[in-house]
């Protein structure tokens, strides 16, 4: 696989795919099949395995029912600063060090277009540009995470001009969280 | 493998791609020297690489590229430093490359991103973005985890 990502990799600066015969081997309808497979493999290797968008509010004083009512949007999960056993994991012990509240895809987009898990995500927060800058002005840490997991050490996450306007215009600062696959992971989106 | 989840390199790149693409009136046009560029049919050189040793030492050009890269004019680990410097490049470009991309060209921006940690966090600011998606310019990063290889023909 890592054969078929370097050719991509010179391919992708050029513009084309660079074709590429092996030495001492004849054009064969096995090769043909070769390079149809990598060109395969090149597309799974590339996107990823599993994806979701979250967006995620976070301060000390943060009051989960205050910012629900506030958006008119039910989170995903949310906590006060020092619940125990917040976040996903819930994980007895572990004390809240901030209050949160996070509107996840993840239990409602199905698929691994991360285009489309952003989207969804800016359509629920559709009309509240102004909620979030007041809420930024007073200290609420805001943002976009996108956890992106990837089965290959070559991985591309992608913003089209509409989507990085949306953004923009909710003061949405948005982050890719990129793990290579079987990695541990801190669950933080 | 470290556990860093910043790119121990990265720099950004503009691509325009079209089969009838004249590099001379690109340069024209945005004002400024590409990194490197060429015609379709044009012979491009390739390094060679001993692990690889089936990748052809230089090709036939199939379609006409203009590239510009921040990799030689920005030197930071810091991404947005170079995706700032290109939109600074292509400041009241806009137009152009509106036109570029309603004549048929491609265009995009590559951020190559090099970690070698298994958890790695490309970002970037709603000023940046706004800048950006004003320019009508799409961005993707070409992340490489765990096993950093800068494979680019940008020497």
Known sequence: ?????????????????????????????????????????????????????????????????????????????????????????????????SGGWLLSSRTVMRGNNATAHIDWLLDQLAGKAN??????????????????????WNTTPALSPDLMRRLGKLNLPIWFDVYLFGSEEEEIS | MNFETQPQETYATLRVYHAQLEPDQLTKLFEIKPTMAWKMGDQIAIADSDKYSDTPSAINAQTGGWLLSSKHSVRSTDAMKHIEWMADQLANHGNSIYKLQQAGFTVDLVVAWFSDSWNTCPA??????????????????DVYLDRPMDLSILS
Not at chain 1, 4 to 14: D, E, M, S, V
Not at chain 2, 130 to 141: E, G, K, M, S, V
């Open chain 2, 124 to 141: 970037l600011t709603p000023e940046l973005m706004l800048r950006l998606a004003n320019l009508r310019i799409p961005l993707w990063f």
């Open chain 1, 131 to 152: 909620m979030i800058k007041e809420l930024q002005n007073r200290g609420f840490m805001i943002d976009v995470v996108v956890g992106w997991h990837a089965t290959s």
């Open chain 1, 1 to 97: 696989m890592s054969d078929c990502i370097i050719r991509a990799n010179k391919g992708l600066y050029l513009g084309f795919k660079i074709e590429v015969r092996r030495k001492n081997r004849n054009h064969s309808s096995m090769q043909q099949s070769e390079e149809l497979l990598e060109d395969r493999t090149l597309e799974r290797a590339t996107g990823p395995e599993r994806v979701r968008a979250t967006f995620r509010i976070y301060h000390p004083d943060l009051e989960p029912e205050k910012l629900t009512e506030l958006l008119e949007i039910t989170p995903s999960i949310a906590w006060r600063s020092g619940e125990d056993g917040y976040g996903w994991r819930k994980r007895p012990g572990f004390k809240a060090p």
